[in-house]
């Protein structure tokens, strides 16, 4: 059974800096594409980063080029998300998931994403 498990959320100051993990259990991170999405309140769901399974490459939404940094420790089967200079407009719940190698779909929409875990809160005050 795959499970994926956020960890890293809370409450702090705009400006300020946040690192979001990604444990997984039952699959092999490096085996996959995982991506980092989130979700504020009475919004969509948006993309955010993803790094490849092949070369590890990252590609990261156009709103948050260069504040953000995702990264993966292999040997822990752990995928992160650095977040600085944090603004209250990242405020949202963040949910890393993973797109299985070999299956079709782009990997900035969430539907081509199949295994999910449950969220960490990201609060980002004024």
């Known amino acids: 059974q795959v499970q994926l498990v956020e960890s890293g959320g809370g409450l702090v100051q705009a400006g300020g800096s946040l690192r979001l993990s990604c444990a997984a259990s039952?699959?092999?991170?490096?085996?996959?594409?995982v991506g980092w999405f989130r979700q504020a309140p009475g919004k969509e769901r948006e993309f955010v980063a993803a790094?490849?399974?092949?070369?590890?490459?990252?590609y990261y939404s156009d709103s948050r080029k260069g504040g953000f940094t995702i990264s993966r420790d292999n040997a822990k089967n752990t995928v992160y998300l650095q977040m600085n200079n944090l603004k209250p407009e990242d405020t949202a719940v963040y949910y890393c998931?993973?797109?299985?190698?070999?299956?079709?779909?782009?990997?900035?929409?969430?539907?081509?994403?199949?295994?999910w875990g449950r969220g960490t809160q990201v609060t980002v005050s004024s």
């Open positions: 039952g699959l092999t991170f490096s085996m996959h594409t």
């Open positions: 790094i490849t399974w092949s070369e590890g490459r990252q």
């Open positions: 998931a993973v797109k299985v190698a070999g299956l079709g779909g782009g990997l900035n929409i969430g539907s081509s994403y199949t295994y």
